[in-house]
Nanobody
Framework: QVQLVESGGGLVQPGGSLSLSCAASEIVFSIYNVGWYRQAPGKQRELVASISSDGTTNYIYPVKDRFTISRDNAKNTVYLQMNSLRPEDTAVYYC????????????WGQGTQVTVSS
């Protein structure tokens, strides 16, 4: 059974850092395009950062230059390094993996809570 397991969330003060991990099992993670999404209370889920199978990265403007997405294909893991965190970054963060060939494969993790507060 395919699983994406996020870890690394927690409580951090404004200006602090957290590193999230998304570990995949039962799939070859390297061929998937992977995204980190977040959902704050009362808001829609939004794509924060993505990394394609060839390593191309994209970020939404509010996190550009503060967040870095990366992948370690040998470990079947994608990371999100979050620096200079702000209260508005508070949300549940989800990992998503997509791959399209003759079929479409779309997997989600269970989410990890990130809270930025003093």
């Amino acid at each position: 059974q395919v699983q994406l397991v996020e870890s690394g969330g927690g409580l951090v003060q404004p200006g602090g850092s957290l590193s999230l991990s998304c570990a995949a099992s039962e799939i070859v993670f390297s061929i998937y395009n992977v995204g980190w999404y977040r959902q704050a209370p009362g808001k829609q889920r939004e794509l924060v950062a993505s990394i394609s199978s060839d390593g191309t990265t994209n970020y939404i403007y509010p996190v550009k230059d503060r967040f870095t997405i990366s992948r370690d294909n040998a470990k079947n893991t994608v990371y999100l390094q979050m620096n200079s965190l702000r209260p508005e970054d508070t949300a549940v963060y989800y990992c998503n993996a997509k791959y399209r060939s003759s079929s479409f494969y779309d997997y989600w993790g269970q989410g990890t809570q990130v809270t930025v507060s003093s």
